[in-house]
């Protein structure tokens, strides 16, 4: 196991120039941009599931990477994944990870060993963090895999089920919380439903609120400081989530009173299912106050899926980043990498070229929309295209006026507004010219 990682050295900034394809070009965690380092910027995580998890099946075919902790089973195979774990996010030099429950313990056959399998290996988990001082940016329990879950986890039909899902969040909300985590994710993987015909929606839904609704209480029983998240996605694996997008999530926790309590970990690919732009999804966010986290990844075009490739879309990262840097970024979230090398990608130094260009994909995309907000121009365009709502009849209108003051103003003053030009070309060389 030790030789593993051992034919690479740990990941360093050597700058665009280089020609060693295991150093980082363009995130060099030091540089201030803005006023804070890329660091502080893209609290950069790696995540234990595609990393450390999975052996490379598909639907098609087994396992292709071979990975020697693979070889082994239960509590030894835990712990082996555990060193693995700590030794690839201490040589890339990421101060984050994240993990579901079942990630990181020896695999339980009941409840009860559930609970007593995930306490042995939070215990060494906390040993670790404390040997290295990488941190924790969420955990999360997984209430999908098992086949208890087939049909939901709080909204399954059979309530015995709901309780354990319930079991499975407090205890990983109590984990993530003595670990010092700084968010606890929620994602709806089976929440949802194949078919219709079987399904009771709204008592499904409720039930989902009631979960939520009982993890805000525990946060603030167990006085866990870091913020709830859902983490949207609009299906697979079933073939409708009720988490489906930014905005769905919003009139779900308004419609019960949590939107004050949960924020939202966007997910690039996600975004991507569910027909909307990562920059819609971001900007929805911030303008309806649940802004919390980013899952960076990619689909691929012309899969239907998700494939959860490294995101490297340049233009999407700098439009996404043009939001966050005019919203004040991440508060507690941060990118987590919820990417994966390819099946073929079966060599250790895989994992690093992956995460490597995921991080200086990211850093390009901070400078080119640093650039973009130090310049100006796009803001004073956007600035100048609504400024008649900040003069008087804009501030009339939103807080004054009546539906017949309006009418009669208008008629009066013999109002005439002239079509300006939306100037779409002009704002998307802007982001050409930036990348
Ligand atoms: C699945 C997905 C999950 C969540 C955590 O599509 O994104 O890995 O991020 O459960
Ligand atoms: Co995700």
């Known amino acids: 196991m030790k030789d593993f990682f051992a034919g690479v050295d740990p990941i360093k900034f050597e700058g665009p120039e280089t020609s060693n394809p295991l150093a980082f070009r363009y995130y060099d965690k030091n540089q201030k941009v803005l006023g804070k380092t890329m660091e502080e910027h893209l609290r950069p995580s790696i995540c234990?599931?595609?990393?450390?998890?999975?052996d490379g099946f598909d639907v098609f075919g087994g396992g292709t990477f071979n990975r020697p902790w693979h070889q082994l089973s239960g509590q030894e195979m835990a712990d082996a994944k555990l060193d693995i774990a700590f030794e690839f996010f201490t040589k890339m030099d990421f101060p984050y990870f994240c993990f579901h429950d079942v990630d990181v313990m020896a695999p339980a056959a009941t409840m009860k060993e559930h609970v007593e399998n995930f306490a042995v290996i939070?215990?060494?988990?906390?040993?670790?963090?404390?040997?290295?001082?990488?941190?924790?940016?969420?955990?999360?329990?997984?209430?999908f895999s098992n086949p208890r879950y087939m049909a939901g986890a709080s909204t399954n039909p059979d309530p015995e089920v709901f309780a354990c899902a319930a079991t499975q969040v407090r205890h990983a909300m109590d984990a993530t919380n003595r670990l010092g985590g700084e968010n606890y994710v929620f994602w709806g993987g089976r929440e949802g439903y194949d078919t219709l015909l079987n399904t009771k929606v709204d008592r499904e839904m409720d039930q989902l609120a009631r979960l939520l609704t009982l993890a805000v209480e525990h946060k603030h029983k167990i006085g866990f400081k870091g913020?709830?998240?859902?983490?949207?996605?609009?299906?697979?694996?079933?073939?409708?989530?009720?988490?489906?997008?930014?905005?769905?999530?919003?009139?779900?926790?308004?419609?019960?009173?949590?939107?004050?309590?949960?924020?939202?970990?966007?997910?690039?690919?996600?975004?991507?299912?569910?027909?909307?732009?990562?920059?819609?999804?971001?900007?929805?966010?911030?303008?309806?106050?649940?802004?919390?986290s980013i899952d960076a990844n990619r689909g691929d075009p012309q899969n239907g899926w998700d494939t959860d490739q490294f995101w490297n879309d340049q233009a999407e990262i700098t439009r996404t980043m043009i939001h966050m840097l005019r919203n004040g970024g991440f508060t507690t979230g941060g990118m987590?990498?919820?990417?994966?090398?390819?099946?073929?990608?079966?060599?250790?130094?895989?994992?690093?070229?992956?995460?490597i260009g995921g991080i200086d994909a990211l850093a390009r995309g901070l400078l080119?929309?640093?650039?973009?907000?130090?310049?100006?121009?796009?803001?004073?365009?956007?600035n100048e295209r609504y400024a008649g709502w900040d003069k008087d009849l804009g501030q009339w209108?939103?807080?004054?006026?009546?539906?017949?003051?309006?009418?009669?103003?208008?008629?009066?003053d013999n109002l005439d507004p002239k079509p300006k030009s939306g100037r779409q070309e002009y704002m998307e060389n802007i982001i050409t010219y930036a990348v």
């Open 48 to 54: 234990y599931w595609h990393t450390f998890c999975w």
């Open 122 to 143: 939070v215990d060494k988990i906390e040993e670790k963090m404390g040997e290295t001082g990488k941190k924790l940016l969420w955990g999360t329990a997984n209430v």
């Open 227 to 292: 913020t709830l998240l859902i983490e949207p996605k609009p299906h697979e694996p079933t073939k409708h989530q009720y988490d489906r997008d930014t905005a769905t999530v919003y009139g779900f926790l308004k419609k019960h009173g949590l939107e004050n309590e949960i924020a939202v970990n966007i997910e690039t690919n996600h975004a991507t299912l569910a027909g909307n732009a990562m920059d819609h999804e971001v900007a929805m966010a911030y303008a309806l106050g649940i802004f919390g």
């Open 336 to 355: 987590n990498f919820d990417s994966k090398v390819r099946r073929q990608s079966i060599d250790a130094a895989d994992l690093f070229h992956g995460h």
């Open 368 to 382: 080119s929309a640093a650039k973009i907000i130090e310049d100006g121009k796009m803001d004073e365009f956007l």
């Open 397 to 412: 209108i939103m807080n004054t006026a009546s539906l017949e003051d309006i009418s009669e103003r208008t008629v009066k």
